[in-house]
């Protein structure tokens, strides 16, 4: 870790050391649920409607092909504290993202 504090660059390397392994399953579970498609037919219509309600049109053309990912943005984002205005634009951030990669 380039420019790092040496105490925080070792306790950094022991918590990569500590989780190597369930970090490993963990992508592994993630590589493999990557080609498992939604499976948003199983879902009650009221469960489906929230999904359409909460989302923009272009979203909602991918809800109704059942083919977009389903992905839950958790943010610490809070617009009563001043401290948490760098996080306002997080979650459409990632929305961005995930709709960069589902175009791949």
Known sequence: MPHANQ???AVTECIIERSGTLRADYLAQIAED????PER???SCGNLAHGFAACGDNDKDSFRLMQAANVGIVTAYNDMLSAHHPYVEYPEL???AMRLLVER
């Open 7 to 9: 105490q925080v660059a």
């Open 34 to 37: 990557r080609n498992n498609r």
């Open 41 to 43: 037919g199983k879902l």
């Open 94 to 96: 990632i929305k961005r």
